[in-house]
């Protein structure tokens, strides 16, 4: 069995710990986690699933715990980066949102022009692969954000929404969001990594 300590880590260093615990696990190897940080424990859960493993996590006074054997049930893929077709890449682009307004100036109209674009995205012919918002801009998803059903049109057209779960939890609005899927910064840098091109509005 394999231990992997992220007690006193932030998000997203058990996730990376993880990652790389699981590259030298051999097959049908038990692998065991601890982290102390909520948002760390969803993260990591959400990526051994994503992995195809059956994961076990619980909270024992204070600690989650977390255990997983390394016998995925098919081939594993990247997840983050499944929705883009290799043979369009050069062409594919997602769109970053760090705030909940566009641009510099009076916030007022920052907010207005942010609501337009995101209600105008969805007219576009070519639709982003993803949407990712971070900062205040995860404000966005939520349910009163007044952007929430052009997101789950984009949603339900194929475009992947990851939010910030570090972000999420800073601002306390975990319980307000409407739409898209918790993710981590370590995924969100991978994905913008990897993409083609990045719209930032």
Partial sequence: ??????????CPQPLILTRKAL?????GETLK?????????QNIM???NDQDLSPTGAEVEGIFQIEVVNQPVRP???PVLSSIDPGVCSSAYIV????????EGDPQLGSILMKGFLNALHEQQELPTHLVFYNSGVRLTTVDSGVSSSLKSLEESGVEIMICGTCVDFYDIRNQIAV?????IFTITETMARTGHIIKP
């Fill in 96 to 103: 970053v949102l760090g705030s909940d307004r566009m641009g």
């Fill in 1 to 10: 069995m394999q231990i992997v300590d992220g007690k006193g880590l932030l």
């Fill in 23 to 27: 590259k030298n696990c051999l097959q």
């Fill in 180 to 184: 898209g899927k918790i993710s981590n």
């Fill in 76 to 78: 594993q893929e990247d």
């Fill in 46 to 48: 959400t990526y051994l």
């Fill in 33 to 41: 986690i601890e982290c102390d940080n909520k948002t760390a424990f």
